[in-house]
C-alpha cells in the first residue's frame, strides 16, 4: 500500500470510516486516507460549470440536477 499524497509506503491503519471501511494514515506525510474511495472527486471543468451557472443566478436545485452533484 502507497500513500495517494507522497507515494510513500510507510502506512498504518488508523481506524474505520463511517461505513467501516479502515482508514490509513502515512507515516511520512501524516496523510489519512482511504484505500479505495467509493466517492469520487468532482472535476475542474464541473467546478467551472457550476461557477458559471451560479453566476447566472440559476437555483442551487437546477444545477444539482444538470450536473449530477451532491448540493454540498
Same mark, same amino acid.
Given at each position: 500500500? *502507497? ?6 509506503? +510507510?502506512? @498504518?491503519?488508523?481506524? %474505520? ?14 496523510? *489519512? ?6 466517492? +469520487?472527486? @468532482?472535476?475542474?471543468? %464541473? ?26
Amino acid at each position: 500500500m *502507497q500513500c495517494p499524497h507522497c507515494q510513500g509506503d +510507510r502506512v @498504518v491503519k488508523n481506524g %474505520t470510516i463511517h461505513t467501516g471501511k479502515p482508514k490509513w494514515m502515512c507515516k511520512d506525510c501524516r496523510r *489519512q486516507f482511504v484505500a479505495h474511495p467509493t466517492q +469520487r472527486r @468532482v472535476s475542474d471543468e %464541473t467546478k467551472q460549470m457550476i461557477d458559471a451557472l451560479l453566476l447566472e443566478r440559476i437555483s442551487l436545485a437546477g444545477i444539482v440536477r444538470v450536473t449530477k452533484v451532491s448540493p454540498r
